[in-house]
């Protein structure tokens, strides 16, 4: 099965896909020093087994995320579907089991989770944008054009979806609405360098986006 969604180059992990929730801001705050000064505890000699324990493991996510990014994705739903089990809430977790069906071509499937991951945190736009994949690539284009229009209005500055409902409505000979997404499109990476990673993008660059968009309006003579 051909990646269902195609990744154009590596690129640094986002802070969500490396990072666990933020503590709390009251944890770094800096205490006042005592007045009296004694010798520095030395720290307690741990056993191999105890410092095991003690450093802290990666979560099954991040596991099954660098499985994901490597293309082994039915080691890497193996290793979400342990996390999820533990923690079924978890949108982040959710959205990418969503990801992996899709790439293994199971459709039904990733649409179930990707509904699941929105249930959890409707706010995302990046799971409505996921969405929308998933219904174009089963043939529904109204209720994927539906969820690229929420995912906008989350986040209006939201680039991919500008640039798929670009795409969309010049495939149904919507030249004006076209040009209007694909302008929002451009206007938004002139923000960002040749080479920045675009979010949500599976690696796309900014650069590579800015070329797609131009090649596309000028085939459909909309420029």
């Known amino acids: 099965v051909e990646d269902f969604f195609v990744k154009e180059r590596p690129c640094p992990p986002s802070p969500e ?5 933020l503590q ?20 307690p000699v741990l056993e191999d087994d105890e410092r095991a324990a003690a450093e802290p493991q990666p979560r099954p996510y991040h596991e ?13 739903a193996e290793k979400i579907e342990a996390g999820l089990s533990r923690h079924p809430a978890d949108a982040q977790a959710l959205a ?3 990801r992996i069906d899709a ?10 989770w990707c509904e699941e991951a929105i249930r959890t945190d409707k706010l995302d736009p990046g799971y409505h944008h996921l969405l929308a994949a998933i219904l174009q690539e089963q043939g529904q284009v109204e209720a ?3 969820s690229l229009k929420r995912a906008l209005y989350l986040d209006p500055n939201f680039v991919l979806a500008h640039f798929a ?4 409505t010049q495939q149904q000979g919507r030249f004006k609405e076209s040009k209007k997404h694909f302008g929002n499109a451009l206007s938004l990476l002139r923000a960002y360098r040749q080479e920045d990673c675009l979010p949500a993008s599976e690696g796309m660059t900014a650069g590579r986006l800015m070329e797609m968009i131009r090649t596309m309006r000028a085939m459909s003579h909309c420029e």
């Open 17 to 21: 896909e490396t990072l666990g929730p």
């Open 24 to 43: 709390p801001m009251a944890n770094f705050v800096a205490q006042p020093k005592p007045e009296a000064s004694f010798p520095p505890a030395e720290p």
């Open 64 to 76: 099954a995320l660098a499985l994901y990014q490597q293309g082994r994705y039915a080691e890497a």
């Open 96 to 98: 990418l089991r969503a």
């Open 103 to 112: 790439n293994l071509g199971k459709l039904a499937e990733a649409l179930k």
């Open 144 to 146: 994927a054009m539906k």
């Open 165 to 168: 409902l670009g795409n969309l």
